[in-house]
């Protein structure tokens, strides 16, 4: 059996490092916000010619024209979303000029502004909504585990679930901070979608060691076994669970990454290292916190 609960302490120091690195770096620099959060132009446009211009290309030919945080989306029936934080009619104009060279038959659908006020609601949504997600998950765990009020309460499992998620956001917000600060790699609303994903995955994996945790505890009498010893067993049976069902999914999100498009590539880069920390953290933070708070309570 591995002794995996046993050397909590490596984890602690490991997941403290990179937490508190993160939130250093976030305060210092933040992350970098796209048009969703700052406020620009969306333009929907179709083309004529056959075939249709790639991104590449509409890219190259609007390089001359200083627009900031612009991205270019295809749509069906040759048809292009862009997205550039510009608001002003002489840069639609300009855009526009710029895609008649490219095909003469090219059509403006629709141009929509995102103003200042709509992006901060959109930013104060995106923030209420993950500290409600994880307030209510940890009142879910609390309430799930009511009838397990030994050796610790209900509600401390819910809290150990709440510091291993807040942990796994907190890593992933990191990664993106210097993604932005060196790649340029701008967040939107698909970010907050997979940070909210993260979430029920994380908690997903937590709850089934938890589960087990409670079932091993049902069936033991009472203080036959330590329940570091409990929870220890309860990780080694569940844990080639994880494992495997964590890989399935990071296979899949590598092929996303590495071959989807610009539009979702960031999307699946923020899911795979959630995934992989959320596997993490269910293991050594949110088992091992439980573990920690029964040997406070334990202490004289």
């Given at each position: 059996m591995l002794q995996i609960i046993q050397k909590r302490k490596y984890a602690y120091w490991f997941s403290g490092i990179i937490t508190v690195a993160?939130?250093?770096?976030?305060?210092v620099w933040g992350l970098r916000l796209g048009i969703d959060f700052k406020g620009g132009t969306l333009m929907e446009v179709q083309?004529?010619?056959?075939?249709?211009?790639?991104?590449?290309?509409?890219l190259e030919a609007l390089s001359g024209i200083e627009l900031r945080s612009?991205?270019?989306?295809?749509?069906?029936?040759?048809?292009?979303?862009?997205?550039?934080?510009a608001s002003d009619e002489g840069s639609n104009d300009a855009v526009l000029a710029k895609l008649k060279e490219i095909d003469n038959e090219v059509m403006e659908l629709r141009t929509d502004f995102i103003g200042a006020s709509v992006s901060d609601q959109i930013k104060r949504n995106a923030f209420v909504g993950i500290v409600l997600s994880i307030l209510a998950i940890a009142a879910y765990?609390?309430?799930?585990?009511?009838?397990?009020?030994?050796?610790?309460?209900?509600?401390?499992y819910g809290f150990g679930a709440v510091i291993a998620l807040s942990h796994d956001i907190l890593v992933v917000i990191g990664a993106f901070v210097l993604l932005g600060r060196f790649y340029d790699i701008e967040v939107g609303v698909p970010f907050v979608a997979a940070l909210l994903t993260i979430l029920g995955y994380s908690v997903n994996d937590t709850i089934v060691v938890y589960d087990r945790i409670r079932e091993n505890?049902?069936?033991?009498?009472?203080?036959?076994?330590?329940?570091?010893?409990?929870?220890?067993?309860?990780?080694?049976?569940?844990?080639?669970?994880?494992?495997?069902?964590?890989?399935?999914?990071?296979?899949v999100l590598v092929a996303v990454t590495v071959f989807g498009g610009e539009s979702i590539r960031w999307f699946g880069?923020?899911?795979?290292?959630?995934?992989?920390?959320?596997?993490?953290?269910?293991?050594?933070?949110?088992?091992?916190?439980?573990?920690?708070?029964?040997?406070?309570?334990?202490?004289p």
């Open positions: 993160s939130l250093v770096i976030l305060i083309f004529g010619k056959t075939p249709t211009p790639q991104s590449a290309e509409i612009l991205t270019v989306q295809p749509t069906k029936e040759s048809g292009m979303l862009l997205r550039y934080l765990i609390a309430w799930a585990f009511r009838r397990v009020s030994r050796p610790i309460s209900s509600w401390e505890l049902q069936r033991s009498v009472i203080g036959k076994e330590d329940f570091e010893i409990t929870v220890n067993r309860s990780l080694n049976e569940t844990l080639g669970r994880s494992i495997n069902t964590s890989l399935t999914v990071i296979i880069a923020a899911l795979l290292m959630g995934v992989f920390f959320g596997t993490y953290s269910s293991v050594y933070i949110a088992s091992a916190l439980i573990v920690t708070r029964y040997k406070m309570k334990m202490r």
